[in-house]
């Protein structure tokens, strides 16, 4: 049916350069009859910044493809005085595992699993975060990754699928299957607050390209 749909449309509309290319390699679509307009985010208005927390945040569905039991792993090798939040439903593919792998962590007493979060309390979670986390396998495009970056959260993501082409040299970009690469970068930020600032005003640099505003006169 997706291959029926796509060969009858006018014109083909992606998030992203990774989404494009999918199309046109599993539904066989010319890529001159792709357009690639990118998700917008809203960008809060800048306030007197708080002192954040030695608390790396993941936002997401808690499932396999987004490399939690990795991220965990990593996380069992920094310092003990920090903690990890892992915000999102737990109730993803391959979650008995993903809960087995933080059960089994030395870490454990460390990672906190909220659960689904409404927007104002996923907002306190951005505004209390020192690292933002995000190394998934398979992603179209990685919108917690842009909302993270508008909140002036530095950002540790993966180097592949559509995740360099949102986060461009705004994030520290690493091999989501390699659980030292991932503890190594989440490492250099904890070690250097200087960094985390860079990263969190390059961040918030690049999360005001991407706006509503342009995605929707692109449509139009």
Do not use: C
Not at 43 to 66: C, D, H, N, S, T
Not at 80 to 92: E, F, I, Q, R, V
Not at 119 to 128: F, K, T
Request: hydrophobic residues 45%; neutral net charge.
């Amino acid at each position: 049916q997706a291959k029926r749909a796509a060969q009858n449309s006018d014109s083909i509309i992606t998030v992203s350069e990774f989404t494009a290319q999918q199309v046109v390699s599993l539904l066989g679509v010319a890529r001159s009859r792709i357009r690639i307009i990118h998700h917008g985010v809203r960008v809060p208005p800048r306030l007197e910044e708080q002192p954040r927390e030695k608390m790396i945040l993941f936002v997401g569905a808690l499932q396999v493809r987004k490399n939690i039991a990795r991220l965990v792993e990593a996380f069992e090798q920094v310092p003990a005085d920090w903690t990890l939040t892992l915000a999102g439903t737990p109730s993803g593919f391959g979650i008995e595992k993903i809960l087995q792998a933080i059960e089994r962590s030395s870490a454990r007493e460390r990672i906190r699993v909220s659960g689904y979060l409404p927007s104002e309390e996923l907002e306190h979670l951005y505004a209390r975060a020192s690292i933002f986390a995000f190394p998934s396998l398979d992603e179209g495009f990685g919108m917690p990754v842009l909302e993270a970056m508008a909140r002036g959260v530095p950002v540790v993501t993966s180097e592949r699928s559509a995740l360099p082409e949102v986060a461009g040299d705004a994030a520290l970009l690493v091999d989501p299957f390699d659980a030292q690469a991932i503890a190594a970068a989440l490492n250099r930020l904890i070690e250097n607050p200087d960094l985390r600032k860079i990263y969190a005003e390059k961040g918030r640099a690049r999360a005001e390209s991407f706006t509503w505003q342009k995605a929707a006169v692109e449509t139009y």
